[in-house]
DNA sequence: ACACCTGTTGCATACGTTTGCAATAAAGGT
DNA sequence: ACCTTTATTGCAAACGTATGCAACAGGTGT
């Protein structure tokens, strides 16, 4: 109904000038009269600035475009509402785009995003080609990986320190006994995956012990559950299985109760990322936990720094997360040498 | 570095004038000769239309508001994701905020919408304040509520048809021959739990039973696990509950596991929404199905129709989903009469 | 009383696009 | 061959705001 209101109306309401609206909108200095009656006759008009515009002449559109993959893993919905939060409390919005890990796909929405100006993009879980990078780069829009490195690219990234957290996994399978350790990995194309198993191997190695094997589970359920089937059809069997990360772990508990074994007595399994899922007692999942907090934290400032710095190159970022030993794995036998 | 490339570089490069570039890019007429010399020149230059500059000129953005508050509850990131890839086929795309439910923040977070020139608002699982509402109406902003109904509000609201869902699942635990049966409902103060707590007081009205018990989950995992310990505790226990959503269920039912209890031998569980975790084996949820790809297409095509559209007032459009049987809750005695 | 400095205000322009209007070119009908 | 219709194109004015610049007011120090 009503026809938007303008810093016009206001200023010859207020019978002052336009730009003295803007400068009194904008907390540029004004004098404490014109302010007031600026601010009445804004107040009976419901004058608003128009976001807009002003994005359009300062340049700064103050919105941010976020770009997440798998939303059914539990740890994004937490992610992307503390993002948005921190990110709110910084003036700034979240434009989402939602998509696979297709490379084409992920090209479009990055493409959509930048039409729109954002001033930064946070990806999480997602890839982004050298053309992508290239084109960011030169529109001077910074870009920051969330939960997933991608080292040689330039790029910033928040991780979790995921080589010392599969250690710190596997150490503790080993010190509760185990001997018969099999890992199902995360995805292979994705670094954070990698670093996991890296993880792994070095523990083992370091223990002297070989891997029983190791799956690739591509963070994806049915997978994670048809590795283990095959796992636990074998003559001999694991004695633990150290899963990439929680909403596998979660399938592959299921699957071994489906086989009538025992958890952790048969099998002790521990996961990562600790989502609110693997705290319920349904799971009581052992796992190494990813600070969310501050991941996000990390994730925030440098983004900003980078929006108002000048060339700040890139940050790799990692945080460590503590073991969080719950029911799912035998406890270390007696204390550490 | 580069600095940002404008439609009239383009129209320099091409040797034509800026209308002929802005022409070409919008969709308008023009010769196929003179659209060739534009893309090549565009090509070159890498040049991308402002999305902000057109919608300041024609006053869409194509950009569309959602709110949400509980993200930890399954149901709706799963909705936010079909949310997104719908619009987003639609040109469209999500500005999101994650708030609670408390009626100042949802003010704050509207009011940044509208100055962000949304064309249209999705709340999901917020309720609106009449001032709210207004504000939207005044704006000529389309407001949508998704799994909330706001009655009396003038407000579009695209639900489940939760009285009779509620009716449904009653009857199914009546059929299975309980006569103990408790309801923990959803929030007192939202139409979604008034709704499918009017549908248990139907069934069992029309059974001739008088409910167990009837208790406010306030849709939280802790309030709900807080109730079933008191449905437990009493000299006299239910056998069967009807939960008024799937992630309050969860938590009854490790609650009634830890009390010792089988489902669904000694109490059978009936949730609402069939999120993916009611399909695990570890809850193998009976629940009746909240159809969310039906309720976002609807969600969709109510907005769009209001966009375009003059005047189309409010919309109350309830779909229905099918009781799944699964196996927390006994199967039916007998054919039904 | 004069020069000087500081703070406030209005004017006008710019941001990058769309679009009504008029001018021009091309095409079609008789 | 001439008039009419149609398609294409450039010009210029918007959209709603921010901001450099100049003008001006008021106050201070000598």
């Known amino acids: 109904m009503d026809r938007r209101v303008t810093s016009l109306q206001v200023a ?20 404490a009269a014109t302010a007031e009656k600026v601010r009445a006759a804004a107040a009976e008009l419901g004058y608003r600035p128009n976001v807009l515009a002003r994005a359009m002449i300062t340049g700064k559109s103050r919105v941010i475009g976020l ?33 696979s890990n297709d490379a084409d796909e992920v090209e ?28 960011c780069a030169k529109a001077g829009i910074p870009v920051v990986l969330f939960n997933r490195g991608q080292p040689g690219s330039g790029l910033s990234s928040v991780t979790s320190a995921n080589v ?3 250690y710190t996994a596997t ?43 190791i799956v ?18 074998g ?49 009581d999942l052992t796992t190494v936990r990813q600070p969310v907090n501050r991941m996000v934290e990390a994730t925030v400032t440098t983004l900003m720094s980078a929006i108002a710095g000048a060339e700040t190159y890139a940050h790799t970022i990692e945080i460590e997360g503590p073991l969080i030993q719950r029911g799912s794995s035998k406890p270390p036998k007696g204390p550490r040498p």
């Open 12 to 31: 010859k309401r207020a019978g002052v000038s336009q730009s003295a609206v803007s400068r009194v909108f904008s907390g540029a200095s004004a004098s």
């Open 67 to 99: 770009v997440v993959a798998y939303l059914d893993n539990q740890f994004y919905p937490e992610a992307l509402q503390r993002l948005s939060n921190a990110l709110q409390a910084s003036g700034y919005h979240i434009l989402i785009f939602t998509t």
């Open 108 to 135: 479009t929405v990055v493409q959509d995003m930048l039409d729109h100006q954002v001033e930064g993009i946070i990806a999480a879980s997602v890839s982004l080609s050298s053309a992508l990078t290239d084109l």
């Open 164 to 166: 010392k957290g599969g």
């Open 171 to 213: 150490q503790a399978l080993i010190d509760a006994g185990h001997t018969r350790i099999a890992h199902i990995a995360g995805w292979e194309g994705s670094m954070t995956g990698r670093d996991r198993r890296q993880g792994f191997e070095d523990a083992m190695a370091d223990a002297g012990l070989t891997p029983f094997a």
């Open 216 to 233: 690739d589970g591509m963070y994806s359920r049915d997978v994670a559950a048809a590795s283990t089937r095959q796992l636990l059809s």
């Open 235 to 283: 003559a001999n069997r694991p004695d633990a299985i150290f899963v990439a990360n929680d909403h596998m772990a979660f399938a592959v508990i299921e699957e071994i109760r489906a086989a009538g074994l025992n958890i952790p007595d048969d099998i002790s399994i521990i996961g990562y990322d600790d989502t609110p899922l693997a705290a319920w007692p349904s799971f």
